[in-house]
């Protein structure tokens, strides 16, 4: 990871962590999740809020008043919405999408949940889907929440990432670890 990065992930996740807490302290998870919500939407349907949060040819008085004018348009709490100003005074607003990640995942370890990515060759029935939930909640001891993806190039099987772990029973990885093999015989 580049030095930049590395200090925008950083400040993304100072600033999650100070909002969590006082979230947290004013019994308003609840609340925050569904700012989260609103500010994910925002972003991905917004070309406009995109280019306000990343383009640095608003002013900081401008990106403070947008803001300001969104969050209360938006309702989001004052713990959100007081956040983002701050962040726009300080030209920090480029964080808000990774501020956002490690919120959910700050949120889900609070609550015991535990999110697995799900990349498969089909769509999965509600009966399969239900049944991987249930064997990932076993596998891992928590509450799962699944991420379900399809990826035809798979061919057959699935994909599952459940924090640092990873379970590839795909037919393309078979065919790959196959051609390796044969590579080193011949």
Not at 41 to 55: E, K, N, Q, T, V
Not at 145 to 162: A, F, N, P, R, Y
């Amino acid at each position: 990871m580049s030095e930049s990065a590395s200090q925008s992930t950083g400040v993304a996740s100072r600033y999650a962590m100070a909002v969590f807490e006082l979230a947290k302290e004013n019994g308003e998870i609840d609340a925050l999740e569904r700012d989260i919500a609103a500010l994910d939407g925002a972003i991905a349907d917004s070309a406009d809020f995109r280019d306000l949060i990343h383009s640095p040819i608003y002013s900081r008085d401008q990106q403070s008043a947008a803001v300001a004018a969104l969050a209360d348009k938006m309702g989001l709490t004052a713990t959100v919405a007081n956040t983002l100003k701050l962040m726009a005074s300080k030209r920090r607003l480029f964080v808000l999408p990774h501020l956002l990640m490690v919120l959910k995942d700050v949120i889900a370890e609070e609550k015991g949940i535990v999110t697995a990515e799900v990349r498969t060759a089909r769509p999965l029935s509600d009966e399969q889907a239900a049944n991987l939930e249930a064997t990932l909640k076993d596998a891992v001891g928590k509450d799962v929440t699944m991420q379900i993806s399809v990826d035809e190039s798979l061919i057959g099987g699935l994909i599952v990432k459940v924090g640092s772990k990873m379970i590839d029973t795909s037919i393309k990885s078979k065919l790959a670890a196959l051609q390796n093999t044969m590579k080193e015989v011949g």
